[in-house]
């Protein structure tokens, strides 16, 4: 698994990683596969979409923004999508 850990000052902390596609119908296509992964697990990304980049970060909000397993779990879902 190739996401970054960042880590705020706040305490709260983030599995980053950034997709990058050919072109913006496949990073939209990309996010719909992600956002049905999320539901089944009940467990949602904050991510953002510029043209063929998508930013996903992850960490679970009812523990005051950790990383916990969910998130882990999640990351390793969406890295066997085999995109980006």
Same mark, same amino acid.
């Given at each position: 698994?190739?996401?970054?850990?960042?880590?705020?000052?706040?305490?709260?902390?983030?599995?980053?990683?950034?997709?990058?596609?050919?072109?913006? =119908?496949?990073?939209?296509?990309?996010?719909?596969? #992600?956002?049905?992964?999320?539901?089944?697990?009940?467990?949602?990304?904050?991510?953002?979409? #510029?043209?063929?980049? #998508?930013? =996903?970060?992850?960490?679970?909000?009812? #523990?005051?923004?950790? =990383?916990?397993?969910?998130?882990?779990?999640?990351?390793?879902?969406?890295?066997?999508?085999?995109?980006?």
């Amino acid at each position: 698994m190739n996401w970054k850990e960042e880590n705020f000052a706040d305490g709260s902390s983030v599995l980053f990683k950034e997709f990058k596609f050919n072109n913006f =119908i496949d990073a939209w296509a990309f996010m719909s596969s #992600v956002a049905l992964l999320a539901e089944k697990v009940d467990h949602h990304p904050d991510w953002t979409n #510029v043209y063929n980049k #998508v930013s =996903i970060r992850l960490s679970t909000h009812d #523990v005051d923004n950790q =990383i916990t397993e969910k998130d882990r779990n999640l990351a390793l879902e969406i890295d066997k999508l085999g995109l980006g």
